[in-house]
């Protein structure tokens, strides 16, 4: 089963806002990459704005109804404002992730047990909505179990340790784990997505864990594809993902 590539568009979205026009445009962009064979486009929108703004989203949802093999996933924290708009725009998917409002990027998955108040609500809203859903979580048995028990569709499994150890001594350790928990979370009925420093140099090696379902791949695939360029990119990721 090939793995599905979902583009995040936020560094896209950065490099309009430096500048204070509509350049580059972000649904020009996801237009481009669904014509190179891209079946997702993933997309945060923060609530200070500082990439992907509302109105983005609103475009992309409008965008992707003329593409229904190409999902849409919005990623954010289950904040009020952040769920009516998934309820405005019903994406194929919402991940939801721990992050504060002045949070640079994201950097650790969910302790559910702390969140269970937020979270099960918010999983029950998407459901209502029709969107599945997806909690955002570290390589922990504990919390892939909890996971499962507050009944969210999927788990995105966050990749950055596994990312910064290639090459490490511990490397095949953290695969190891990595792959342990994947398998855990599918034999409960969970499905699987990764994402976070993902690049076409560690891909590969990641997804000889089988059944991972999609990885969302931003930073490191806007940064590759100005080096060597969009076509070119986009099918090595491509390729990798159909192996």
């Known amino acids: 089963m090939a793995t599905r590539l979902s583009v995040n568009l936020n560094k896209i979205a950065l490099l309009r806002n430096s500048r204070g026009r509509d350049y580059p445009n972000v649904v020009t962009y996801a237009k481009k990459f669904i014509q190179l064979g891209v079946q997702g486009i993933t997309i945060h929108p923060r609530q200070d704005e500082r990439h992907i703004r509302r109105a983005d989203a609103c ?5 992707l109804e003329n593409y229904h093999h190409v999902e849409l996933n919005i990623e954010g924290y289950p904040s009020s404002d952040f769920l009516e708009l998934v309820e405005e725009i019903k994406p194929d998917q919402c991940t939801l992730v721990p992050d504060e409002v002045d949070q640079l990027t994201s950097d650790h998955g969910w302790n559910i047990e702390n969140k ?4 099960t609500p918010s ?15 570290d390589p922990d048995l504990r919390q892939i179990k909890a996971a499962g028990d507050i009944r969210c569709d999927r788990i995105e499994l966050y990749t950055a340790h596994f990312a910064a150890t290639i090459g490490d001594i511990i490397s095949s350790q953290v695969f190891e784990k990595y792959k342990k928990s994947a398998k855990y979370a599918q034999s409960t009925g969970l499905g699987v997505n990764a994402g976070h420093d993902l690049d076409l140099m560690n891909l590969g090696r990641f997804l000889q864990i089988d059944n991972i379902l999609e990885v969302s791949i931003g930073h490191a695939l806007t940064i590759e594809c100005i080096d060597h360029g969009m076509e070119r990119v986009v099918a090595q990721y491509l390729e990798i993902c159909n192996r």
């Open 59 to 63: 475009d992309l949802g409008e965008l």
């Open 116 to 119: 269970h108040q937020l979270l």
């Open 123 to 137: 999983l029950a809203r998407l459901t209502a909505a029709g969107v599945r859903s997806a909690l955002f979580l």
